[in-house]
T-cell receptor, first 112, second 113 residues
Framework: NAGVTQTPKFQVLKTGQSMTLQCAQD?????MSWYRQDPGMGLRLIHY???????DQGEVPNGYNVSRSTTEDFPLRLLSAAPSQTSVYFC???????????FGPGTRLTVT | SQKIEQNSEALNIQEGKTATLTCNYT??????LQWYRQDPGRGPVFLLL?????KEKRKERLKVTFDTTLKQSLFHITASQPADSATYLC????????????FGAGTILRVKS
């Protein structure tokens, strides 16, 4: 099993550009989520999904969109990047009702 | 909303000693609490989960306690090794439960040989 994979590992964007961060898992987990991690602030939940076709907002959803068309994939879209979105982004997954979460390796995004 | 506090200062200890990390929370009573390890440039890795009705949980050299009266969890690593050096995060479910987690900012542990 590859576990949770994320692409790309690094990305530099200019303000106003759009991009999609990819996340995939091969463990058949129902629950998937996106976090951002900033120095001194810990991980903050952006969006999450409890199954294909179902998404909801987390703590810091503004500026981000998600969709979940399959169990395996949960892409995160930045429609118009802003310098405040410079961060490290982690995708995580778990079975519903089992609370241990599996994290991907992260994407380091810089917006100039 | 719930608040989670972990020591922002790094903990430096000598190899072989026991490392003790603290996680304090306010404003609610979670059904469980989790601890994760994060190495530089990598995603967090799950270590232990302790439920509200469990006072203590052990896994090899790791021990976690959960005091719901003090609203505090302690994370111990006995016989620490340089390879234990990492950031340790505590995480709790939000008020409405489910699979979501709220994370503390983490404590850096440095074990010196």
């Amino acid at each position: 099993n590859a576990g949770v994979t994320q692409t790309p590992k690094f990305q530099v964007l200019k303000t106003g550009q759009s991009m999609t961060l990819q996340c995939a898992q091969d463990m058949n987990h129902e629950y998937m989520s996106w976090y951002r991690q900033d120095p001194g602030m810990g991980l903050r939940l952006i969006h999450y999904s409890v199954g294909a076709g179902i998404t909801d907002q987390g703590e810091v959803p503004n500026g981000y969109n998600v969709s979940r068309s399959t169990t395996e994939d949960f892409p995160l879209r930045l429609l118009s990047a802003a310098p405040s979105q410079t961060s490290v982004y982690f995708c995580a997954s778990s079975y519903l009702g089992q609370y241990e979460q599996y994290f991907g390796p992260g994407t380091r995004l810089t917006v100039t | 909303s719930q608040k989670i506090e972990q020591n922002s200062e790094a903990l430096n200890i000598q190899e072989g000693k026991t490392a003790t990390l603290t996680c304090n929370y306010t404003n609610y009573s979670p059904a469980y609490l989790q601890w994760y390890r994060q190495d530089p440039g990598r995603g967090p890795v799950f270590l232990l989960l302790i439920r509200e009705n469990e006072k203590e949980k052990r896994k090899e050299r790791l021990k976690v306690t959960f005091d719901t009266t003090l609203k505090q969890s302690l994370f111990h690593i006995t016989a620490s090794q340089p390879a234990d050096s990492a950031t340790y995060l505590c995480a709790l479910p939000p008020l409405r439960g489910g699979n979501k987690l709220v994370f503390g900012a983490g404590t850096i542990l440095r074990v010196k040989s």
